[in-house]
Nanobody, 115 residues
Framework: QVQLVESGGGSVQAGGSLSLSCAGSGFIFKFSTMAWYRQAPGKQRELVANIGSGGSTNYASSAKGRFTISRDNAKNTMFLQMNSLKPEDTGVYYC?????????WGQGTLVTVSS
């Protein structure tokens, strides 16, 4: 079955950096479009960035210029490098796979940015 396991969350001060990872299994990772979403306290889950099977990327306006999404197909892993973090980046970050039939989610990893 599909499994998505995030890691790398934590607490950091504003202006700092964090790197998240998502390890996928149970599906053909290299052919899959993957994404990072986040959910801030009291808010709806929102797209942060996605990456296609060929490596094309798309970012939310809030993430452009600060976050970088990437993937290592040999390791079935997706990454999110987050720089210049702001308090409003605080939330639970989720790994997402949409295979065109249904969506799959990881358990999430908490990122807390203090001012």
């Amino acid at each position: 079955q599909v499994q998505l396991v995030e890691s790398g969350g934590g607490s950091v001060q504003a202006g700092g950096s964090l790197s998240l990872s998502c390890a996928g299994s149970g599906f053909i990772f290299k052919f899959s479009t993957m994404a990072w979403y986040r959910q801030a306290p009291g808010k709806q889950r929102e797209l942060v960035a996605n990456i296609g099977s060929g490596g094309s990327t798309n970012y939310a306006s809030s993430a452009k210029g600060r976050f970088t999404i990437s993937r290592d197909n040999a390791k079935n892993t997706m990454f999110l490098q987050m720089n210049s973090l702001k308090p409003e980046d605080t939330g639970v970050y989720y790994c997402n796979l949409n295979n065109g039939i249904r969506e799959f989610w990881g358990q999430g990893t908490l990122v807390t940015v203090s001012s």
